[in-house]
């Protein structure tokens, strides 16, 4: 299992950013991703989940302003990032979860780095 995030970056509050997850070794279509991330000297907080059935599921802090979207033609996840906040800065990571748990982790990406600031 192979899971390959990118397009971190520097962004200014109010801005957007587009992450982007590229999976290989499993049976993506069916299978269950998770946006998670951590903040510096923070736990880990769940962000977003898609279930192999399609249905997509948004923590409250990012509800209206993140969007998660898969491609099972190009085993991607894509995690679109709008009216960015200071708060948002973290590693963010995409991780293969169980269906029946979005925060069940079987297998984790390297993470990237998103930061906030103006």
């Known amino acids: 299992v192979q899971l390959v995030e990118s397009g971190g970056g520097l962004v200014q509050p109010g801005g957007s950013l587009r992450l982007s997850c590229t999976a290989s070794?499993?049976?993506?279509?069916?299978?269950?991703i998770s946006w998670t991330r951590q903040a510096p000297g923070k736990g880990l907080e769940w962000v977003s989940g898609?279930?192999?059935?399609?249905?997509?599921y948004y923590a409250d802090s990012v509800k209206g302003r993140f969007t998660m979207t898969r491609d099972n033609a190009k085993k991607t996840v894509d995690l679109q990032m709008n009216s960015l906040k200071p708060e948002d800065t973290a590693v963010y990571y995409c991780?293969?979860?169980?269906?029946?748990?979005?925060?069940?982790?079987?297998?984790w990406g390297q993470g990237t780095q998103v930061t906030v600031s103006s």
């Open positions: 991780a293969l979860v169980t269906y029946i748990d979005l925060t069940a982790y079987k297998n």
């Open positions: 070794g499993f049976t993506f279509d069916t299978s269950s």
């Open positions: 898609s279930r192999g059935d399609g249905n997509t």
